[in-house]
């Protein structure tokens, strides 16, 4: 994928970063957006600089944010081919009767509102290219989790997915959720034990990715291998 350029959000660390040294190393550009720019200069740095790579600075629950997090990239790349809408942060114990709510305002805002505006203001570009969006749902939307909000923001990613994909069926634009079980990355205070990867993740986006144009990947859903059992 010559010259072909990736935007991904939540860019900074975790299963963003790795899926940026992914994409480089089978050659694509990226353009890494995270809250603060300067968390990426390492990163940009490290996948070779502003040939291969650029830092933007966006808050993905501000719309004029997103929009300028686009035209930056228009303006650098001059296209956009893809975009990973990963950012994405994770809830606090307490269930619905005992969680703090400022905290579930945080993370519907950034899951399921800031997912919502990474499309809106991406597609434009994804039409022009006829290229392919892809979101971080998760494993967590698809089952019940007790007490979870977070659980119930990747609902909505998932019936996000699904609603985009309809919406642009006809424009060439492909759609594919990217939904992991549990990855051991900076989202997590502790290690998880019997965890993904955030390169495993990468390796399912370049995966959809790599398809030709007439193979719609819709959905991988990817769980870390049981313990074997004594």
Request: with cysteine.
């Amino acid at each position: 994928m010559s010259d072909a350029v990736l935007l991904i959000t939540g860019g900074s660390t975790g299963i963003g970063a790795a899926t940026a040294r992914a994409a480089v190393a089978d050659g694509w550009r990226v353009a890494l957006a995270a809250r603060t720019a300067s968390k990426l200069d390492d990163l940009v740095e490290e996948l070779g600089g502003e040939a291969h790579a650029m830092a933007v600075a966006c808050d993905v629950t501000d719309k004029a944010s997103q929009q300028a997090m686009v035209d930056t990239t228009l303006e650098r790349f001059g296209r956009i081919d893809a975009v990973f809408a990963n950012a994405g942060i994770g809830g606090k114990p307490g269930g619905f009767t005992g969680a703090d709510s400022d905290v579930w305002k945080d993370m519907i805002l950034t899951n399921v509102y800031g997912v919502g505006l990474t499309i809106q203001c991406t597609a434009p570009a994804l039409k022009a290219s006829r290229g392919h969006l892809l979101i971080t749902g998760s494993a967590a939307g698809r089952v019940t989790i007790p007490g979870s909000m977070y659980s119930a923001t990747k609902w909505a990613v998932s019936a996000i997915g699904y609603g985009v994909r309809e919406e642009l069926r006809g424009t060439g634009v492909r759609t594919t959720l990217i939904e992991p079980g549990m990855v051991d990355t900076p989202f997590f205070d502790e290690k998880p034990e019997h965890a993904l990867t955030d390169r495993d993740i990468a390796a399912s986006v370049m995966y959809a990715l790599s398809q030709p144009a007439h193979v719609d990947v819709n959905e991988i859903l990817i769980r870390p291998t049981p313990p074997i059992a004594d």
